[in-house]
Structures are given as structure tokens and as C-alpha cells.
């Protein structure tokens, strides 16, 4: 997605994604990963999980971007990224 908005649509269409990434991040790395996501236009607000390390929720504006193009970014800074479905549960592993 391009980063602007259709023509008529001023109101942000904000929307949540789970991500799971493959790294473990102290704290200062944590903070460094969410300044980057923030920073990338539509990204409104980043979240990480107390009870999963590897996990952090995204609200972005759905009508800029999408959960790919969250994964995406995450993969330009080198960083291995999946977006989790809706319907996986907290205590799913991957094998």
C-alpha cells in the first residue's frame, strides 16, 4: 500500500495484528523495535506481550497498510516475522 488515503476517507480505519517474531529483545532493543514500527507512517500504537516475549500487537490505520506490510518492514530491518492468525491461541507452538 502507498501510504495515503483514498480521496474522502479522513477517518483512520484502525485496525490490530498479532506478530510474532523469531528474536528475543532486551528491554532497549524492545524500545528501539517499537520507535521503528511507530515511526513508520499509520502505525498508531505497539504493544508487547508480558506473558510471550516473542509476541506484539500493532494498531495501524487499515486503510494505509496492512499486517503484510507490517512483516514486510520488520524484514527490512532483518528481523523474522510472521503475522499470527486470529484464531491461534497464546499457547500454540510451532514445531
Known amino acids: 500500500m502507498n501510504g495515503s488515503r483514498p480521496r474522502g476517507e479522513d477517518t483512520p480505519k484502525l485496525k490490530r495484528s498479532e506478530l510474532k517474531l523469531r528474536e528475543r529483545f532486551s528491554a532497549l532493543e524492545r524500545d528501539w523495535l517499537i520507535g521503528c514500527l511507530v515511526s513508520k507512517g499509520g502505525v498508531r500504537e505497539v504493544i508487547y ?19 503484510v506490510d507490517l512483516v514486510d518492514f520488520l524484514h ?4 523474522v516475522a510472521e503475522a499470527v492468525p486470529a484464531f491461534m491461541p497464546n499457547n500454540v507452538t510451532d514445531r
Open 76 to 79: 527490512l530491518w532483518g528481523l
Open 49 to 67: 506481550g508480558d506473558e510471550d516475549p516473542h509476541r506484539l500487537t500493532v494498531e495501524y490505520d487499515a486503510g494505509l497498510m496492512n499486517s
